[in-house]
């Protein structure tokens, strides 16, 4: 897979900076679930871009030592054509994702980028729409 050549990319400067997660929801069979924020559950999530690759990390705010702690962590090579979005997940601690593209629509609207698209890995029975919403942070 490609990557955006260089920082010089009008559609990767775009994107470069670190976003906050406001807002997710996962649609699967036609049911919707409100992944972020989850009541009772407090976490937080960034998404940081730089000219090729990208990187995201979510974790509990009660660091690790609550019920159910969470940590996730990614990352990997993207592409981007203004509104077509492909990732490449290089990296992630749930291991069985790894090396797989995901293609989403992103739409940017001042500081808030909207992330939309389906994750399908047949292998893991994984078939779902995400809808994510950003704000950038820097």
Not at 33 to 62: C, Q, R, W
Not at 93 to 118: S, V
């Amino acid at each position: 897979m490609k990557t955006v050549p260089d920082s010089t990319s009008t559609q990767a400067n775009v994107l470069t900076g670190t976003y906050k997660l406001v807002s997710g929801k996962l649609i699967k069979q036609g049911d919707t679930t409100s992944t972020y924020p989850v009541d009772g559950k407090p976490t937080e999530m960034i998404k940081i871009f730089n000219a090729s690759h990208f990187a995201f990390f979510n974790h509990d705010l009660d660091h690790g030592k609550g019920k159910d702690p969470v940590f996730t962590g990614g990352g990997g090579t993207y592409t981007f054509d203004g509104k077509q979005y492909t990732e490449h997940l290089m990296y992630l601690n749930h291991r069985d994702w790894e090396g797989k593209d995901f293609h989403f629509n992103l739409t940017i609207k001042g500081d808030t980028l909207i992330q939309q698209g389906f994750e399908k890995i047949e292998n893991l029975n994984i078939n779902q729409e995400i809808i994510e919403i950003y704000v950038k942070q820097h």
